[in-house]
């Protein structure tokens, strides 16, 4: 199981360690990221790694090598990301939990996007909008918090 958390590390790690947002408005910039971040956490891939990583977490017999291997590979894009939110939302200081909450929800968002296009039935009915589409609308829900936090 060690290994699908590696090899899912490198996964991410290939898709933000030489990415950059660049665009002339928040708006523009916030849908690159989730568009990239996209890449992996809206795959089938990510749903069965966040299965190991949820068995691996949970199980007591689970060893402090293999926990500390698992923090590590965390914490090894996640300066990446950081770097990409940056970018994303302009020079002014980001508050680490403000970071932390934008890095979730976007996560969390793409997560759900594959969650629920894995499960036949359900309290939500699936978008008639296309994945895109749906992508688009999220970085427009976001972009006022941000532009007037800007002002």
């Given at each position: 199981m060690l290994a699908v958390l590696e090899a899912s590390t490198e996964d991410?790690?290939?898709?933000?360690?030489q990415a950059?947002?660049?665009g002339s408005t928040i708006r523009d910039r916030l849908n690159q990221l989730i568009e990239l971040l996209a890449r992996?956490?809206?795959t089938p891939e990510y749903l069965a790694i966040l299965q190991?990583?949820?068995?691996?977490?949970h199980d007591p017999r689970t060893s402090e090598e293999v926990r500390q291997?698992?923090?590590?590979?965390?914490?090894?894009?996640?300066?990446?990301?950081h770097?990409?939110?940056?970018?994303a939302l302009g020079d002014k200081p980001i508050p680490k939990n403000l970071r932390s909450n934008?890095?979730?929800?976007?996560?969390?968002?793409c997560f759900s996007q594959q969650l629920n296009n894995s499960i036949a039935y359900g309290a939500l009915q699936r978008p008639r909008s296309q994945p895109k589409q749906r992508?688009?609308?999220?970085?427009?829900m976001l972009t006022p918090y941000f532009e007037a936090r800007q002002e």
């Open positions: 991410l790690e290939g898709v933000v360690a950059h947002i660049e992996h956490y809206d190991v990583i949820l068995n691996l977490e291997t698992m923090r590590k590979a965390a914490d090894h894009s996640t300066a990446h990301i770097r990409l939110l940056k970018e934008v890095i979730l929800a976007i996560r969390g968002f992508r688009e609308l999220f970085a427009e």
